[in-house]
Nanobody, 119 residues
Framework: QLQLVESGGGLVQPGGSLRLSCAAS????????IGWFRQAPGKEREGVSC????????YYADSVKGRFTISRDNAKNTVYLQMNSLKPEDTAVYYC????????????WGQGTQVTVSS
């Protein structure tokens, strides 16, 4: 079964850091761009970051640029999202998905991992 599993979320104070992991099972991540998305309470799901499969080029939403870093470790079949200087508005369920397409084009999402930024 092809699956991406998110982990690493939690409760953190404003200004703190978390590292999310997106682990693949049943397939090799090497050939796929991987995107991170998030959905905050009462808001639509949005794209956060993306990393290409070929040259490792990256994309960040303006709201996280300079604070979040996406990376991939193909040997571990895992993509990471390092989140620094977290703000309360980063509170959301975070999801990863193969390819970096518009949210509306995905039919299936994993369980995601909850990130809560609060003092």
């Amino acid at each position: 079964q092809l699956q991406l599993v998110e982990s690493g979320g939690g409760l953190v104070q404003p200004g703190g850091s978390l590292r999310l992991s997106c682990a693949a099972s049943g397939f090799t991540l090497d050939y796929y761009a991987i995107g991170w998305f998030r959905q905050a309470p009462g808001k639509e799901r949005e794209g956060v970051s993306c990393i290409s499969s070929s040259d490792g080029s990256t994309y960040y939403a303006d709201s996280v640029k300079g604070r979040f870093t996406i990376s991939r470790d193909n040997a571990k079949n895992t993509v990471y999202l390092q989140m620094n200087s977290l703000k309360p508005e980063d509170t959301a369920v975070y999801y990863c998905a193969a390819d970096c397409r518009p949210v509306s084009t995905y039919d299936y999402w994993g369980q995601g991992t909850q990130v809560t930024v609060s003092s």
